[in-house]
């Protein structure tokens, strides 16, 4: 199973990112898994984002849900992210991630990527 994150690495303050996680080895609609995203600034640990189900049904973490869209293409096997009203705070690497609903670890992430929220 391999994900890779794709998108802009520099954004402009107050305006939306949007990352794509491309998934090849499995197939997102499959029964039993969470597809997510999750971030992590200089200097500090992870943050989960959301998550988006086989099944299409999503959940976010409170603190950015107000800013946040996940969306998956099951025709081309990607889920994607979008996050409003950018500030530097946003600035992190941004990891897409595979979770089993049987497990509470990740078991493939992609490598992630760096986003930087300047003017």
């Known amino acids: 199973v391999q994900l890779q994150e794709s998108g802009p690495g520099l954004v402009k303050p107050s305006q939306t990112l949007s990352l794509t996680c491309s998934v090849s080895?499995?197939?997102?609609?499959?029964?039993?898994?969470?597809w997510s995203w999750i971030r992590q600034p200089p200097g500090r640990g992870l943050e989960w984002i959301g998550s988006?189900?086989?099944?299409?049904?999503?959940y976010y973490t409170p603190s950015l849900k107000s800013r946040t869209s996940i969306a998956r293409d099951t025709s081309k096997n990607q889920f994607t992210l979008q996050l409003s009203s950018m500030t530097p705070e946003d600035t992190a690497v941004y990891f897409c991630?595979?979770?089993?609903?049987?497990?509470?670890?990740?078991?493939?992430w992609g490598q992630g990527t760096q986003v930087t929220v300047s003017s």
């Open positions: 991630a595979r979770e089993p609903l049987s497990d509470s670890e990740y078991d493939y």
């Open positions: 080895g499995a197939t997102i609609t499959t029964n039993g898994y969470y």
């Open positions: 988006i189900t086989y099944s299409g049904h999503t």
